[in-house]
């Protein structure tokens, strides 16, 4: 006599529908790639992939974090005949001028390293369409609530840990002298501070994982997520380890639609909340 099978719950339908579908179609692209004859070859791109990550993120580490950078925000500014010293002059006193312009370069050294670099080793070295590397909207658009859920959950932690010292020294990372308006440096490197945010998703979530799915499948996730939890180092203990969580969580979501750029407004979301709690 045959056991009626029970239908499978409806939550344990969606989960894989949402989770071990895309998994499955990316487990099923990397087997396409590994079988064909190009396989056996010495995979280029992964390659590049790699060298450059290493590479790039040791210059971010000496060159834009340790070192001073100061001068690409005067070379840009040079480019519309705007000196920021002299436009800094009467704009509080020096020393918080010298963080301001000091935290801007640090946003434009960001853009260079996570974005203008790697889109070159793209199109000229590798000769891959950028649309391969996670700058499409269109799935994203229709998974837009599972971001609006993670903020949600993000934010409650955010707001538990905002009373720590750690966190109140730390955060934001440009703080206005007392009686200091907001405008203009306080908003302006708030928007330099979201525009590195896309660069950091570009280059994580786009450039390193889309760049070794084909060769690593699922397992670009985890690639992914180790230097990305290591630029978290030297900040709070707390988000480091999210770091890890959220390196798994958006690299599956970026391999799912294909997209940055809800991880960029995730991402952006939550440094503007983190801020605003600190401030």
């Not at 989770?19 to 010495?42: G, H, K, S, T, Y």
Request: charged residues 15%; aromatic residues 14%.
């Amino acid at each position: 006599m045959h056991k009626v099978r029970k239908p499978r719950s409806s939550i344990r339908q969606h989960l894989e529908t949402f989770v071990l579908e895309p998994l499955q179609q990316i487990n099923n692209q990397q087997q396409v790639f590994l079988d064909a004859d190009r396989a056996r070859l010495i995979d280029r791109d992964v390659v590049v992939v790699f060298v450059a990550t290493a590479f790039l993120l040791t210059l971010q580490n000496y060159f834009v974090i340790r070192g001073n950078p100061s001068f690409l925000l005067t070379g840009l500014a040079s480019l519309v005949a705007i000196d920021p010293t002299d436009w800094l002059q009467n704009a509080g006193d020096a020393a918080q001028n010298r963080r301001f312009v000091r935290l801007l370069s640090w946003s434009i050294g960001n853009l260079f390293i996570y974005v203008v670099i790697p889109i070159a080793l793209i199109r000229f070295v590798m000769r891959r369409k950028l649309r391969d590397f996670g700058i499409s909207w269109s799935r994203a658009l229709a998974n837009w609530w599972i971001y609006l859920l993670m903020y949600m959950a993000v934010a409650i932690a955010v707001v538990i840990v905002s009373k720590h010292e750690s966190f109140l020294n730390t955060y934001p990372f440009y703080r206005p002298a007392p009686n200091e308006p907001l405008w203009p440096k306080f908003v302006i490197w708030e928007f330099a501070y979201a525009l590195q945010f896309v660069c950091l998703e570009f280059f994580f979530r786009g450039f390193l994982l889309h760049g070794v799915k084909r060769r690593c499948g699922i397992y670009s996730i985890f690639i992914m997520t180790v230097p990305y939890c290591m630029i978290h180092f030297g900040k709070p203990m707390p988000e480091t380890v999210g770091a890890v969580v959220a390196g798994i969580v958006l690299g599956f979501m970026s391999l799912k639609t294909n997209s940055i750029w809800f991880g960029a407004l995730l991402h952006i979301a939550v440094a503007w909340t983190m801020d605003a709690l600190a401030i």
